[in-house]
């Protein structure tokens, strides 16, 4: 029996010509590849609160884990009616500050960016100077259909400001232990952004690392540039998701080059996909080389993005000034970046009351409290000029 998945496979795999069945292979012998790891489930906790050692252990080895059914159908619900809201509040096109309404839209009034479009079906990254020269290679870039629009949607940076749904997932409280048995209890916060990946035209994201601060540091390691969250709402395949290369976040900075030469094409051998159903978050390092087709399939893909990471990988630090610019780190920077968790963990408490709220040590120690109303709302504009980028 045919299912949706195997049509997506089918449809991506035609627009890559010769390659089509080479195409149609990786895909489906990724997603086979991918679902006999052992790396995924539940979030547990041991009796003392730590994150469950064989989750931590696997994490480890592969360099991502799949923790299921963490949002519920109602959070689900919220972020898709905040979705919908936002999609009808964004601006014509790139360069316009309006919508199709003639309202101002959204972002307009920001100094710091925050929605970016691309071409249909393009890799808009692939192969240029942006963040660094990270993404090295060109991904294919498929014949969008005729009545395809000339730009569309494809990251909203400063996401948090925009959505309070998503505001309520970053505060959720066993995300944020996650990151405490994995960043310690001073973690710190990164970015946070809403990843775009429309059917038809959902640009691809060309195979790269995060991270490049601290590639030569004598302190390397596995963990040291942080990790994404990556929260699904409708769910990612082999066709609309991202792709990760397992355990290559160990060994440092990569040659992609090298690694599409020898796989023969960007077809990366060993790499499968992150599929996931909606409600599932994957936490993904940052080290890890990972990258997205464009999505020629019929589902869509909306990811709610956020990381963390250690303190000792931030304070004293100059930024890289991929998502913010360059400024040193200092210890009253983090504090008030971290406001943001204060915020959040104050917007889910009264959106979900009967939940435990989760309890941040530094704003603990600060003997800050955060309450999310009126006044918080006006101050998280902008609030992503502060993310913390290494």
């Not at 730590?50 to 480890?60: G, R």
């Not at 259909?145 to 400001?161: H, M, N, R, T, Y």
Request: proline share 5%; net charge negative; hydrophobic share 35%.
């Amino acid at each position: 029996m045919t299912t949706n998945i195997d049509l997506s496979i089918n449809a991506c795999a035609a627009h890559y010509g010769e390659d089509e069945v080479a195409m149609r292979n990786y895909l489906q012998n990724g997603q086979k590849a991918a679902l006999k790891l052992k790396n995924r489930g539940p979030i547990k906790f041991d009796d003392k609160g730590n994150l469950d050692q064989e989750i931590l252990a696997a994490y480890s080895e592969y360099g991502f884990y799949i923790f299921e059914n963490v949002l519920n159908e109602d959070e689900l619900i919220d972020i898709k009616a905040d979705l919908d809201a936002m999609r009808e509040s964004f601006p014509l096109g790139p360069d316009s500050k309006v919508t199709k309404s003639g309202d101002v839209a959204l972002g307009a009034e920001c100094k710091a960016p925050n929605l970016i479009w691309s071409r249909p079906l393009a890799d808009p990254l692939g192969g240029t100077a942006i963040a660094n020269g990270r993404h090295q290679v060109k991904l294919f870039e498929p014949k969008p259909a005729e009545d395809a629009p000339q730009a569309a949607p494809f990251v909203l940076l400063g996401s948090l400001q925009f959505s309070e749904s998503c505001l309520r997932v970053y505060g959720h409280p066993q995300l944020l232990k996650v990151a405490e048995s994995v960043n310690g209890a001073d973690f710190a916060p990164f970015h946070e952004c809403l990843f775009i990946k429309d059917p038809g035209v959902g640009a691809a994201v060309s195979w790269h690392q995060d991270g490049d601060t601290h590639w030569n540091s004598d302190v390397f390691d596995e963990g040291i540039h942080g990790f994404n969250f990556m929260a699904q709402v409708y769910g990612s395949t082999c066709v609309n998701g991202v792709w990760v290369l397992p355990g290559s976040h160990k060994v440092g900075r990569m040659d992609i080059k090298k690694l599409v030469e020898e796989s023969g094409s960007e077809r990366l051998q060993g790499a499968v996909p992150l599929i996931c159903n909606p409600g599932d978050v994957v936490i993904c390092n940052r080290q890890i080389v990972h990258g997205s087709f464009a999505n020629t399939g019929f589902e869509p893909r909306v990811t709610v993005n956020f990381g963390f990471h250690r303190r000792t990988s931030v304070l004293g630090i100059t930024g890289s000034g991929i998502h913010c610019a360059a400024k040193e780190y200092n210890k009253e920077l983090i504090e008030h970046r971290s406001r943001v968790i204060g915020y959040a963990i104050d917007a889910r408490k009264q959106r979900f009351p009967a939940e435990n709220s989760y309890n941040y040590q530094p704003l603990n120690d600060a003997g800050k409290v955060y309450v999310w109303d009126k006044t918080a709302k006006n101050d998280m504009q902008d609030y992503n000029l502060e993310d913390l980028s290494i």
